[in-house]
């Protein structure tokens, strides 16, 4: 009886499927992942809109390029902000600040009327341009 020789089969892997495989993957990825969502920022919308006294408002404060500050429409010196500043959280210790700068304001004039607001308690400062209204600032994304 004769022996046959048995041929040696190369061990190769067929790559035609290959790509089918690889695109089940990524369906498979696809439908199972869970993505993520960003929070946004909390805030609350008031319910009611009540009549709010003067001490009660939150101060606005225009800083000009010149330095000069401008309050409630009358010029007014830097050291005043922080008497302003402490007579307001007295009254009102959730009061913020809002400084409205023009735009070729120099930094230190900034810098000086924020430093009165935190020397005189207040620590909620917020910055808006001069040419927008607050209310305009306030929905503008």
Known sequence: ???KKKTKVN???S???MSDIAFLLIIFFMLTTVFSQEQGLNYRIPETVKPVTEEMRNIEILVQENGT???QGKTIPYEQIRDIAIARKAANPEIFAVLKVEEKTP?????NAMDELLVGGIENIAFVSAELDLEDAVRTP
Do not use: C, Q, R, W
Not at 107 to 111: A, D, E, L, Q, R
């Open 1 to 3: 009886m004769k022996v």
């Open 69 to 71: 500050l401008v309050f």
């Open 107 to 111: 930094y230190g004039y900034i810098v």
């Open 11 to 13: 061990p190769d892997i």
């Open 15 to 17: 790559s035609a499927s």
